[in-house]
């Protein structure tokens, strides 16, 4: 039924990391991968530690290892690639029981590796302590285009109304004694889908009607205020902060 | 005393040319609760949109508390005019309960604690209260529609225009929305072709058919007639009898 809890990357709590304003959790998020993506592969151990400082963030906001790794499975088409590397790879090769590697793809692999896993875990952190709706508060006061944030904020909204309508379709078609098996079958569903379409789009010009009514006049207002104060900044700024002096630190000793 | 609601020979025509309203004429006083019946098609909803200025009047004037509607004067239109839509998705469009209710009173530029008390007062006045940090669509059918009734209380209305509120309703909640409703202290005009709720909450029916006022009178004459019932192609329920 459409009534599900579709934040399923949200995780409840009342941690210092969850209560942090939005805003300063996606920047120092941002500026965390900035950091990551901007070490040198070979620096081994500095990504060593980039993982320890993300390990303290989630002790502090208690997010538990088994979420963490159940929620890095959008990683999975990414390390497919990523494993690929190393036999498609041109170059000087190093055999390992009894397989031929390229060096250059082990390296490249590598990087991909280390690099997405680290920022794929920021962010699930980031969802995990953050509400959907408060995210895209913070990302306003980030100065994301209003425009952006408001459809993000109906997605939010109307996702659940949308497939709930899509589900009473499929019912109505199977009713009928209609099941898509076939390639032949593939004209029914996208009509289904184009009414959908309009449908939703019809349902957008209720909603635009029913703003209006209440005032709505291109903004939409501030209802929650969200200021970060500058010692919320500090504490978020900890993570990419940390991160920085990691690299510079590495700088330093080669 | 000036009249909550005043049509005056409003007339509309599609832009496609179908004509909508031939010159509709009606007033409503200060705390009156007016039924509005008509058949499906009669015009119910192009006559809804006129009174805070969604469509303009192609002829003749609507007024709110003296105010003519007109381009200047919409934003106060809409504060006196609540309208609640017959589906309440279209009406809650933010993540949460709180956020909606606030959404109208935010527009009109409130803020802080003065926001925060109308909101709660709204959601106390229709019973929702405790549903306030819920998302909209956790609701029941029944609670949303109620949480839609407080978004436009919350702006504090001159008039409350409500689109068939018993539509889709089981009859418990049914009954629900109709004790909030008679408890409300605001003038209330209600859209329906529900016969029975227009006689239970309104002591003044009018019928809207072929785009003129072909009724104005007290609810449970209106229904006693039925030759103009079924004039008007409204008909009472089954088994039901005018108590």
Sequence with gaps: MGSGHHHQLYRPGDTPVHRLPPQCKLAAVAGFALVVVATPREW???????????????????????????????????????????????????????????????????NILAKATLGVIASVLLAATTEPRLMLLGAQRLRLPPLLVQIAMFMLRYMDV?????????????????????????????RSAGALFIRSYERGERVHLAMLSRGYSGSMPVIQDLSASSRQWLVAGMLPGAALVVLLGSWGLA | MTPSLEVRRLAYAYPDGTQALFGVDFAIGRGER???????????????????????AGHGTV?????????????EIRRRVGLVFQDPDDQLFMPTVREDVAFGPANLGIGGEELQHRVKD??????????????????????????????????????????????????????????????????????????????????????????????????????????????????????????
Excluded at chain 2, 35 to 42: E, I, M, R, T
Excluded at chain 2, 44 to 49: A, G, H
Excluded at chain 2, 165 to 179: F, I, M, V
């Design chain 2, 34 to 56: 007016v039924a509005l019946l008509g058949p499906n098609g009669a015009g119910k909803t192009t006559l809804v949109m006129h009174l805070n200025g969604i469509l303009t």
């Design chain 2, 63 to 75: 007024a709110v508390a003296g105010l003519p509607v007109e381009k200047g004067s919409l934003k």
């Design chain 1, 162 to 190: 949308i497939v709930d309508e899509m589900r009473r379709m499929r019912v109505a078609r199977e009713s009928r004694g209609f099941a898509a098996r076939n390639v032949r079958h593939i004209p029914v569903v996208a």
């Design chain 2, 122 to 243: 709204a959601l106390e006045r229709v019973g929702m209260l405790e549903a306030i940090d819920r998302p909209p669509h956790h609701l029941s059918f029944g609670q949303r529609r109620r949480v839609a009734v407080a978004t436009v209380l919350a702006m504090e209305p001159e008039i409350l225009v409500l689109d068939e509120p018993s539509s889709n309703l089981d009859p418990a909640s049914r009954r629900e929305l109709a004790e909030i409703l008679r408890g409300l202290d605001v003038t209330v005009l209600m859209v329906t072709h529900d016969l029975p709720y227009a006689l239970e909450l309104c002591d003044r029916a009018l019928i809207l058919s072929g785009g003129v006022i072909a009724a104005d009178g007290p609810t449970r004459e209106v229904l006693a007639d039925a030759e103009l019932l079924a004039a008007h192609r409204l008909e009472l329920p089954y088994g039901f009898a005018l108590p």
């Design chain 1, 44 to 110: 081994l151990w500095a990504f060593g530690l980039y993982a320890l400082l993300l390990a303290a963030v989630a002790a502090a906001a208690r997010v538990p290892p088994s979420f963490l790794l159940r929620r890095m499975m959008v990683e999975i088409p990414f390390v497919v690639f990523a494993v690929a590397l190393p036999f498609i790879g041109f170059g000087e090769r190093v055999s390992f029981l009894g397989m031929s590697f390229s060096v250059a793809g082990l390296w490249a692999a590598w």
